[in-house]
């Protein structure tokens, strides 16, 4: 995979930049910490240049999300409504928990893309809720070009200056992604325990 991702982008410039990073959204598996610190990379032998890596890595990111947000949107919540009547006894799934999850992602969401384009695979999952929750689609792009920008920034130009070197950073994400994923996993079931503790309350 790391060979092929390489090889596209060393052949195709800014043009393999692109297109690795839409790949890279809706296609999670080839991820961003090798196309980004590599494009950083290639700024040191080649006519490419940071800035322009960034742009074109931007703009692949975000129609990547582009793409993501609109299945979102097949996925509403009245969908999933019809699925949880038919399926939810199963997982212990009510109507109103969805309604629930689309309220807070309502009120949250926002800042939710935003810090989520800097985590590793969640950052490109991230836009099929806010297809879902039907949010402000100016808004959801915003945020998301904000976050994206700042994400691709700190690699790209982590790549150009470490060099031929590049590929240390990748140890490091693999520490950044565990420690992201511990502190998800952890913010959930403070959630769950949250939410059952006023469902107790409740009653």
């Not at 090798?34 to 080649?46: A, K, N």
């Not at 929750?133 to 700190?154: C, P």
């Given at each position: 995979m790391?060979?092929?991702?390489?090889d596209?982008m060393e052949?195709?410039?800014y043009?393999?930049v692109?297109l690795m990073?839409v790949?890279?959204?809706?296609?999670?598996?080839?991820?961003?910490?090798?196309?980004?610190p590599f494009?950083?990379?290639l700024?040191t032998?080649?006519?490419?240049?940071?800035?322009?890596?960034?742009?074109?890595a931007?703009?692949?990111s975000?129609?990547?999300?582009?793409i993501?947000?609109?299945?979102?949107?097949?996925?509403?919540?009245?969908r999933?409504?019809?699925?949880i009547?038919?399926?939810g006894?199963i997982?212990?799934?009510?109507?109103?928990?969805?309604?629930?999850?689309?309220?807070?992602f309502?009120?949250?969401g926002y800042?939710?893309?935003?810090?989520?384009?800097?985590?590793?695979?969640?950052?490109?999952?991230?836009s099929?809720p806010?297809g879902?929750?039907?949010?402000?689609?100016?808004?959801?792009?915003?945020?998301?070009?904000?976050?994206?920008i700042l994400?691709?920034?700190?690699?790209?130009t982590l790549?150009?200056?470490l060099?031929?070197?590049?590929?240390?950073?990748?140890?490091f994400?693999?520490?950044y992604?565990?420690?992201?994923f511990?502190?998800i996993?952890?913010?959930?079931?403070l959630?769950?325990?949250?939410?059952?503790?006023?469902?107790r309350k409740?009653?």
């Amino acid at each position: 995979m790391e060979n092929w991702v390489t090889d596209i982008m060393e052949k195709l410039g800014y043009l393999g930049v692109y297109l690795m990073m839409v790949l890279e959204n809706v296609f999670p598996p080839i991820p961003s910490e090798i196309v980004l610190p590599f494009g950083g990379f290639l700024t040191t032998y080649t006519d490419l240049t940071v800035f322009g890596v960034v742009v074109a890595a931007t703009a692949g990111s975000v129609i990547g999300a582009m793409i993501l947000y609109s299945i979102g949107m097949l996925l509403d919540a009245e969908r999933l409504e019809k699925i949880i009547n038919r399926w939810g006894h199963i997982l212990r799934l009510k109507k109103e928990d969805i309604r629930k999850a689309d309220a807070w992602f309502d009120k949250y969401g926002y800042w939710t893309v935003l810090f989520c384009r800097m985590v590793p695979i969640v950052r490109s999952l991230i836009s099929i809720p806010a297809g879902m929750a039907r949010m402000n689609f100016w808004l959801f792009l915003l945020f998301t070009t904000i976050g994206t920008i700042l994400w691709n920034v700190i690699l790209i130009t982590l790549g150009s200056v470490l060099g031929a070197n590049w590929q240390k950073i990748i140890g490091f994400m693999n520490i950044y992604s565990d420690f992201a994923f511990t502190l998800i996993i952890i913010g959930t079931i403070l959630f769950i325990i949250w939410l059952i503790n006023r469902k107790r309350k409740s009653k």
